[in-house]
């Protein structure tokens, strides 16, 4: 595509014109704000041509990407040094929580993950992350679970800023502690139903059906146990109208850390998880085995 044409999706995504794409077509994923996948079909443009000032344009200043690595990094850091396009935007999976809007791309086993939030001047890119995952399950026997849950079930070193994020910690903490306890109904009501779990360690996603029915069966065969805890100081959340984009950092049990991103949606009272990418970050060293 020559460069006037992605210009001139850069400019429709950024609220100045009517998107323009190859013969004159849209093709955009339905099922979100079109606005808001204009400008993820022009960030995909753009990244693509690697033309730093118009992925700029569309990169809120809140930005967190993650690679496939685990590397994660802010906009100054993308922007000084521009990654190449992992996939593009064909079979883009996306979702509308009004004023965030999610995009799921995925090549065989890699998958990406694009977060949109709605601030005053446009569609902004909030979260970038990439998950490659496992072509066939680990070797051996599963460690020995652990059973008590301290972290993030009794407590997390974090600080709510606000009630929306104390909410989200409450939920999650409950949630963990659901898991810890291989209690698939008391997980459940925490999350919505086209919820999806994509982490590094795993051969495929996981669906919420897929999740509860694991948990049954670690409850079963008595394997349920503890997830890992969160990590300090790498807690950063992105509240816009009733969603919240929450970025961290877990520490496992034993092996490597891992980088999170999870959408939570408000519904009713409830805070409610919609999706979660876990990627290893290969450059940590691993957490010693107790």
């Not at 086209?194 to 029915?213: L, N, Q, W, Y």
Request: proline fraction near 6%; include cysteine.
């Amino acid at each position: 595509m020559k460069r006037s044409m992605v210009c001139a999706v850069i400019a429709a995504a950024l609220g100045l014109g009517a998107l323009v794409s190859v013969g004159g077509a849209q093709t955009l994923p339905a099922g979100a704000d079109q606005g808001a996948l204009q400008a993820d079909h022009a960030f995909v443009l753009a990244l693509g041509k690697s033309d730093k000032a118009a992925v700029s344009a569309l990169l809120d200043a809140d930005l967190v990407w993650t690679d496939a690595t685990g590397k994660t990094q802010d906009k100054a850091g993308i922007v000084a040094n521009l990654p190449a396009a992992a996939v593009g935007d064909e079979g883009a999976k996306s979702y509308d929580y009004g004023s965030i809007v999610t995009v799921r791309t995925d090549a065989g086993k890699l998958h990406v993950l694009r977060v949109w939030g709605k601030r005053q001047a446009g569609w902004r890119l909030l979260t970038y992350h990439e998950v490659k995952q496992a072509e066939k399950p680990a070797a051996g026997p599963p460690a020995p679970p652990v059973k008590v849950c301290v972290n993030p079930c009794q407590a997390v070193p974090y600080t709510p800023k606000n009630a929306a994020e104390a909410g989200v910690i409450m939920s999650w903490q409950e949630l963990e502690t659901a898991v810890t306890a291989g209690d698939a109904a008391a997980w459940a009501p925490h999350f919505v139903d086209h919820f999806v779990v994509i982490s590094s360690g795993a051969t495929d996603p996981v669906t919420k059906e897929g999740r509860m029915a694991a948990l049954t069966k670690q409850k079963a065969d008595g394997t349920n146990g503890a997830p890992g805890g969160l990590a300090p100081d790498q807690t950063k959340m992105v509240s816009i109208g009733d969603a919240i984009v929450m970025n961290c950092a877990t520490i496992p049990h034993r092996g490597k850390p891992a980088h999170v991103t999870r959408v939570w949606i408000k519904k009713g009272d409830a805070w409610l998880m919609t999706v979660s990418f876990q990627t290893t970050i290969q450059s940590a060293a691993p957490v010693a085995e107790k």
